[in-house]
């Protein structure tokens, strides 16, 4: 430890350590990460906050993310403008979001946001068909998929509007109580 | 409950601005990032047709049926556009889903958390991301505020909080790390600001500055903490590659490994400090005749040269330590000796002994109530289907290999679960069910007999074993009772996964229960048995000699012999399996067994808690026998095992772990400790209590002496004679107690009935609204009707004019 590093202004540190579930170390090894990605677009000085984004190919390239079935949500959901392509802030976000200190509310809330694909505010029935063709790899009969979905929307829709909304979601995924340990990328 | 809200809807008269692009979204109100995409959407929705179609609306005025389709903004736009003007004014699409409302929700949370006056419990403030309608109006309110407004009240609000909560409530808030930052950053500006303002003023606001230091720096000291923590985590590389090929689950046996060794360090600290490193400053005079020589056979037998070492209560010296110099009567000098504290053994051992274990029954029991309250939820029905989709995909997992496992468990299980609910539409016949209830108690009975049997072979062996007495010469004589223990508990488990091939259960996860519940029955019978033999048996055979070191080296051989066998069944039951039925049976690798070897965790731990009292050291070689599992199971789980292919629901799971590491584990133990405490005579050659009845009586001869040493510690013995001697404040704790249970379950049966009641209304709600927008949906139909009516008149009449 110490203060050796240059990438970051103390304060820069101080902040992202205050707004994110890492410590400072681990700010530093995410930030490497990052770097190691595209080493020749991220300078190796923050001082100056600059503008960078990592292309989404190179996100997805990420063994941790490369063979998510939802990584291009993932990095959708969390970039600036919704294309995939990531600053250091949205990187650290997202890995922060996804660590396992995050509570269950904030990982609600953005696993909704990353099943909703048509980014709509709720899932309707074409959200859940997409998650499932995305779970199974398209290896279930699109009978078994609207089967799969019609029933998750018996059991999880509160209003009957057929469709989730946040609400409904945030209630499911307190019975499930593994959404905690799932929802978790190691890094 | 609810006050009459008054619904100004202003609605706009004919729909002028019926362009090309109908937008049904308020571009204001949207998150920033998700405006494109709902441009592209919505001009893709108007030019083409769209797949919903097919869902065409039941009847309308029948508000009954189970499903209402919404007649939403996905149906063809040509028509009622101000109808979509008003569904996307309404507050449910634009609260909650844009960062002015998320800014203005957290406001009023931070509001309400500044005006409580006693700490408040964040967890419990609102747990949805959508206001109600009482706290944020945005249609209803005429005097709404504006994004920025509310921002900078945000900010204010947030230096109100003291600097740890602010963090929690930042890191807690669904929005991007940028503006996250510039809050924080925002916040702390105006509280140096305030700060700098009020510090002319006085002594009071130094308080506060002081308070706020000092919090600062916890802060700053718990983080270092953490991270020096994170630091000796070990394996956190090595636990990232194994939930990165196996998922969560065979994970949860790995971490249950880390927890107990947590348990054991905590344990063995206070035993170190307080007992072992004492007596090895201080040891005893040397025992008469020769101490015998180290060989090999000590590091299975624990007895020969370690008899007589700090490792077994017989070294522990029955005296008071470092005793200030009393001269001998017959006047001669006494040695001067250093005149350091005095340290009353017998005490601090019984103490020690005590607090440690009550250290770990409140860790135990915290973490257990920790994990039940997270994997349970009052009023869980079964959402199996929503769980699966959502929540069944393992995000740790890393490796191609293991994430194609993955999906194809994924694919399975769903069509298992479509496969049972189309199954469960054809109810089995009564014959049917009869037959399995016969095979399942014929299954039980088998596998209690066999249980029982192994027992009775125990206690058969245990006798002969005391019939035939053990000379020093024949030291290794003495595995053999260890031996037989640690075979029948390595063999009956495959009898039993044998006998499960019989019986067919509805849900795997219930397999893995029953299968977890005979294994456990099967120990803890044999430990039972085992406990009876020593207490009861081996105490009044070795009379003159020391029984508690005997029993001390008993369990010392059970651990060793039991990591031998464990290394043992690794080798061939994984790696030799593998080979096996990869070259002769052309089968798949292994399923690594989960339950199996948490039990043997748990079995282990609780052979430690047994031989705590009689062997301090016990603790220590458990840690490096589990630090050598760790690595062993690893190697052998990487090179030969693949992951469970039956899904494993691995939170309840570690709950049910945690569980059984405190009831039968644990309160065995205790009882046991309990036992040897207050009813079994010590030995009268070793130990710090050889001179005693029973061991509890070093503590009351203690009391004794306080009673004598005056007033001024009179409260210790007043405790002592009317709390724990007396029964009856016993009875009065038990009794509050199962009056606090009572009450907290007729809580949780009145919450049940609450949700219940909510959910209905929900329901209903949901009904009303579908109703109210397909009645708008026609008003304004017909609206557009006679408007195109009229102009289409209109034109004709122009046209005739011309004409």
Same mark, same amino acid.
């Given at each position: 430890?110490?203060?050796?590093?240059?990438?970051?202004?103390?304060?820069?540190?101080?902040?992202?350590?205050?707004? !994110?579930?890492?410590?400072?170390?681990?700010?530093?090894?995410?930030?490497?990460?990052?770097?190691?990605?595209?080493?020749?677009?991220?300078?190796?000085?923050?001082?100056?906050?600059?503008?960078?984004?990592?292309?989404?190919?190179?996100?997805?390239?990420?063994?941790?993310?490369?063979?998510?079935?939802?990584?291009?949500?993932?990095?959708? &959901?969390? /970039?600036?403008?919704?294309?995939?392509?990531?600053?250091?802030?949205?990187?650290?976000?997202?890995?922060?979001?996804?660590?396992?200190?995050?509570?269950?509310?904030?990982?609600?809330?953005?696993?909704?946001?990353?099943?909703?694909?048509?980014?709509?505010?709720?899932?309707?029935?074409?959200?859940?068909?997409?998650?499932?063709?995305?779970?199974?790899?398209?290896?279930?009969?699109?009978?078994?998929? /609207?089967?799969? #979905?019609?029933?998750?929307?018996?059991?999880?829709?509160?209003?009957?509007?057929?469709?989730?909304?946040?609400?409904?979601?945030?209630?499911?995924?307190?019975?499930?109580?593994?959404?905690?340990?799932?929802?978790?990328?190691?890094? | 409950?609810?006050?009459?809200?008054?619904?100004?809807?202003? &609605?706009?008269?004919?729909? @002028?601005?019926?362009?090309?692009?109908?937008?049904?979204?308020?571009?204001?109100?949207?998150?920033?990032?998700?405006?494109?995409?709902?441009?592209?959407?919505?001009?893709?929705?108007?030019?083409?047709?769209?797949?919903?179609?097919?869902?065409?609306?039941?009847?309308?005025?029948?508000?009954?049926?189970?499903?209402?389709?919404?007649?939403?903004?996905?149906?063809?736009?040509?028509?009622?556009?101000?109808?979509?003007?008003?569904?996307?004014?309404?507050?449910?699409?634009?609260?909650?889903?844009?960062?002015?409302?998320?800014?203005?929700?957290?406001?009023?949370?931070?509001?309400?958390?500044?005006?409580?006056?006693?700490?408040?419990?964040?967890?419990?403030?609102?747990?949805?991301?959508?206001?109600?309608?009482?706290?944020?109006?945005? +249609?209803?309110?005429?005097?709404?505020?504006?994004?920025?407004?509310?921002?900078?009240?945000?900010?204010?609000?947030?230096?109100?909080?003291?600097?740890?909560?602010?963090?929690?409530?930042?890191?807690?808030?669904?929005?991007?790390?940028?503006?996250?930052? /510039?809050?924080?950053? *925002?916040?702390?500006?105006?509280?140096?600001?305030?700060?700098?303002?009020?510090?002319?003023?006085?002594?009071?606001?130094?308080?506060?500055?002081?308070?706020?230091?000092?919090?600062? =720096?916890?802060?700053?000291?718990?983080?270092?903490?953490?991270?020096?923590?994170?630091?000796?985590?070990?394996?956190?590389?090595?636990?990232?590659?194994?939930?990165?090929?196996?998922?969560?689950?065979?994970?949860?046996?790995?971490?249950?490994?880390?927890?107990?060794?947590?348990?054991?360090?905590?344990?063995?600290?206070?035993?170190?400090?307080?007992?072992?490193?004492?007596?090895?400053?201080?040891?005893?005079?040397?025992?008469?005749?020769?101490?015998?020589?180290?060989?090999?056979?000590?590091?299975?037998?624990?007895?020969?040269?370690?008899?007589?070492?700090?490792?077994?209560?017989?070294?522990?010296?029955?005296?008071?330590?470092?005793?200030? #110099?009393?001269?001998?009567?017959?006047?001669?000098?006494?040695?001067?000796?250093?005149?350091?504290?005095?340290?009353?053994?017998?005490?601090?051992?019984?103490?020690?002994?005590?607090?440690?274990?009550?250290?770990?029954?409140?860790?135990?029991?915290?973490?257990?109530?920790?994990?039940?309250?997270?994997?349970?939820?009052?009023? /869980?029905?079964?959402?199996?289907?929503?769980?699966?989709?959502?929540?069944?995909?393992?995000?740790?997992?890393?490796?191609?290999?293991?994430?194609?496992?993955?999906?194809?468990?994924?694919?399975?299980?769903?069509? +298992?679960?479509?496969?049972?609910?189309?199954?469960?539409?054809?109810?089995?016949?009564?014959?049917?069910? %009869?037959?399995?209830?016969?095979?399942?108690?014929?299954?039980?009975?088998?596998?209690?007999?066999?249980?029982?049997?192994?027992?009775?072979?125990?206690?058969?062996?245990?006798?002969?074993?005391?019939?035939?007495?053990?000379? !020093?010469?024949?030291?290794?004589?003495?595995?053999?009772?260890?031996?037989?223990?640690?075979?029948?508990?390595?063999?009956?488990?495959?009898?039993?996964?044998?006998?499960?091939?019989?019986?067919?259960?509805?849900?795997?996860?219930?397999?893995?229960?029953?299968?977890?519940?005979?294994?456990?029955?099967?120990?803890?019978?044999?430990?039972?048995?085992?406990?009876?033999?020593?207490?009861?048996?081996?105490?009044?055979?070795?009379?003159?000699?020391?029984?508690?070191?005997?029993?001390?080296?008993?369990?010392?051989?059970?651990? &060793?012999?039991?990591?031998?066998?464990?290394?043992?069944?690794?080798?061939?039951?994984?790696?030799?399996?593998?080979?096996?039925? @990869?070259?002769?049976?052309?089968?798949?690798?292994?399923?690594?067994?989960?339950?199996?070897?948490?039990?043997?965790?748990?079995?282990?731990?609780?052979?430690?808690?047994?031989?705590?009292?009689?062997?301090?050291?016990?603790?220590?070689?458990?840690?490096?026998?589990?630090?050598? %599992?760790?690595?062993?199971?690893?190697?052998?789980?990487?090179?030969?095992?693949?992951?469970?292919?039956?899904?494993?629901?691995?939170?309840?799971?570690?709950?049910?772990?945690?569980?059984?590491?405190?009831?039968?584990?644990?309160?065995?133990?205790?009882?046991?400790?309990?036992?040897?405490?207050?009813?079994?005579?010590?030995?009268?050659?070793?130990?710090?209590?050889?001179?005693?009845?029973?061991?509890?009586?070093?503590?009351?001869?203690?009391?004794?002496?306080?009673?004598?040493?005056?007033?001024?510690?009179?409260?210790?013995?007043?405790?002592?004679?009317?709390?724990?001697?007396?029964?009856?404040? &016993?009875?009065?704790?038990?009794?509050?107690?199962?009056?606090?249970?009572?009450?907290?379950?007729?809580?949780?049966?009145?919450?049940?009935?609450?949700?219940?009641?909510?959910? *209905?209304?929900?329901?209903?709600?949901? *009904?009303?609204?579908?109703?109210?927008?397909?009645?708008?949906?026609?008003?304004?139909?017909?609206?557009?009707?006679?408007?195109?009516?009229?102009? *289409? =008149? @209109?034109?004709? =009449?122009?046209?005739?004019?011309?004409?």
């Amino acid at each position: 430890m110490g203060n050796k590093q240059t990438v970051f202004t103390h304060e820069q540190l101080e902040a992202y350590q205050d707004c !994110t579930f890492f410590t400072r170390k681990e700010i530093m090894r995410l930030f490497y990460r990052y770097q190691d990605l595209a080493p020749q677009l991220v300078p190796l000085d923050y001082t100056s906050c600059p503008d960078v984004k990592v292309p989404y190919e190179l996100i997805s390239s990420m063994p941790e993310l490369k063979d998510n079935p939802f990584r291009q949500r993932i990095a959708q &959901v969390f /970039s600036e403008d919704g294309d995939g392509h990531m600053t250091l802030d949205n990187f650290l976000d997202m890995f922060s979001v996804m660590s396992e200190m995050a509570p269950r509310d904030l990982k609600a809330y953005y696993a909704f946001k990353i099943y909703d694909f048509n980014n709509d505010g709720y899932i309707c029935a074409w959200d859940l068909e997409q998650t499932v063709t995305k779970l199974t790899r398209g290896e279930l009969s699109a009978e078994e998929v /609207s089967l799969v #979905c019609e029933k998750v929307l018996d059991e999880a829709d509160g209003d009957h509007d057929g469709r989730l909304s946040l609400e409904d979601f945030q209630n499911m995924i307190l019975r499930a109580p593994d959404f905690l340990s799932t929802f978790h990328i190691r890094i | 409950m609810a006050q009459p809200l008054t619904f100004v809807l202003s &609605v706009p008269e004919t729909p @002028e601005d019926h362009g090309p692009e109908p937008s049904p979204y308020d571009e204001s109100e949207v998150h920033d990032s998700f405006y494109q995409l709902i441009q592209e959407q919505s001009q893709w929705v108007a030019e083409e047709g769209l797949e919903l179609q097919q869902r065409e609306p039941g009847p309308p005025e029948t508000p009954g049926s189970g499903h209402q389709t919404l007649l939403g903004p996905e149906d063809p736009l040509v028509h009622s556009t101000a109808t979509l003007r008003i569904l996307a004014s309404m507050p449910s699409r634009t609260i909650g889903r844009s960062r002015g409302a998320i800014i203005s929700q957290y406001y009023n949370r931070t509001v309400r958390l500044r005006r409580r006056v006693s700490r408040p419990e964040l967890r419990g403030v609102g747990r949805s991301a959508r206001p109600s309608l009482r706290l944020y109006d945005l +249609e209803l309110d005429p005097v709404a505020l504006e994004e920025e407004e509310k921002r900078f009240l945000l900010v204010k609000e947030l230096q109100g909080l003291p600097v740890a909560q602010r963090d929690h409530v930042l890191r807690g808030m669904p929005l991007g790390l940028a503006e996250k930052r /510039s809050l924080r950053e *925002e916040s702390r500006t105006l509280t140096r600001k305030r700060r700098g303002r009020r510090g002319r003023r006085g002594l009071l606001p130094c308080c506060g500055r002081l308070r706020d230091a000092c919090v600062l =720096a916890l802060h700053s000291l718990g983080l270092g903490l953490l991270s020096g923590l994170h630091a000796l985590m070990p394996w956190r590389y090595a636990l990232k590659r194994i939930g990165g090929q196996f998922g969560s689950s065979v994970l949860s046996y790995f971490l249950f490994l880390k927890t107990l060794l947590a348990f054991n360090a905590l344990l063995l600290l206070p035993l170190l400090a307080f007992l072992v490193g004492v007596q090895a400053a201080f040891p005893p005079p040397a025992s008469p005749g020769a101490v015998p020589a180290f060989t090999g056979l000590e590091l299975l037998t624990g007895a020969g040269r370690f008899t007589h070492t700090v490792m077994y209560y017989g070294y522990y010296s029955n005296t008071t330590l470092n005793q200030p #110099c009393v001269p001998p009567l017959d006047g001669g000098q006494c040695s001067r000796e250093a005149d350091g504290l005095p340290y009353n053994m017998p005490l601090a051992y019984l103490f020690t002994v005590g607090v440690a274990f009550f250290i770990t029954c409140i860790t135990l029991v915290y973490s257990m109530s920790h994990s039940f309250g997270e994997s349970y939820r009052v009023g /869980s029905t079964a959402g199996v289907h929503a769980v699966t989709v959502f929540c069944s995909w393992d995000h740790k997992v890393t490796q191609k290999r293991a994430s194609r496992v993955q999906h194809d468990n994924i694919r399975t299980h769903l069509k +298992e679960l479509l496969a049972e609910w189309q199954l469960r539409q054809v109810p089995r016949s009564l014959c049917g069910r %009869l037959r399995q209830v016969a095979v399942l108690g014929l299954v039980w009975l088998l596998c209690l007999g066999t249980a029982l049997g192994c027992t009775v072979a125990v206690y058969a062996f245990s006798e002969l074993m005391i019939k035939s007495p053990v000379s !020093t010469e024949q030291e290794g004589a003495l595995l053999a009772l260890p031996t037989v223990v640690c075979v029948l508990n390595l063999g009956a488990p495959y009898l039993y996964r044998c006998l499960a091939a019989l019986e067919r259960h509805d849900s795997p996860v219930l397999e893995v229960y029953v299968a977890i519940c005979r294994n456990l029955i099967l120990k803890m019978v044999i430990l039972g048995i085992l406990c009876y033999h020593w207490l009861g048996r081996r105490v009044g055979v070795l009379k003159e000699q020391c029984w508690e070191n005997f029993v001390g080296q008993e369990l010392y051989r059970l651990m &060793v012999l039991d990591f031998i066998f464990v290394l043992l069944d690794t080798l061939f039951g994984e790696l030799v399996w593998r080979l096996i039925s @990869e070259k002769k049976l052309k089968r798949e690798k292994p399923e690594f067994d989960i339950a199996g070897n948490v039990l043997e965790l748990i079995y282990g731990q609780t052979l430690t808690w047994l031989g705590v009292l009689f062997s301090p050291l016990l603790p220590a070689i458990q840690i490096i026998k589990l630090l050598c %599992l760790f690595y062993i199971k690893k190697t052998s789980l990487m090179a030969n095992c693949q992951a469970p292919r039956r899904p494993w629901l691995a939170s309840h799971m570690s709950t049910v772990f945690v569980s059984l590491l405190c009831f039968p584990s644990f309160l065995g133990a205790a009882v046991f400790l309990c036992y040897a405490v207050w009813q079994v005579r010590p030995s009268s050659t070793c130990g710090p209590f050889r001179t005693l009845d029973t061991m509890y009586e070093a503590g009351k001869v203690w009391v004794r002496r306080l009673e004598q040493a005056g007033p001024s510690v009179s409260w210790v013995p007043w405790i002592h004679r009317y709390l724990v001697e007396n029964t009856f404040p &016993v009875y009065l704790v038990s009794a509050l107690l199962l009056a606090v249970i009572y009450l907290n379950i007729q809580v949780v049966k009145g919450q049940r009935r609450v949700m219940y009641l909510l959910k *209905e209304q929900i329901s209903n709600e949901g *009904e009303d609204k579908i109703f109210l927008i397909n009645k708008l949906h026609s008003v304004y139909e017909r609206k557009e009707r006679r408007a195109g009516r009229t102009q *289409e =008149a @209109e034109q004709l =009449a122009g046209d005739l004019d011309t004409w």
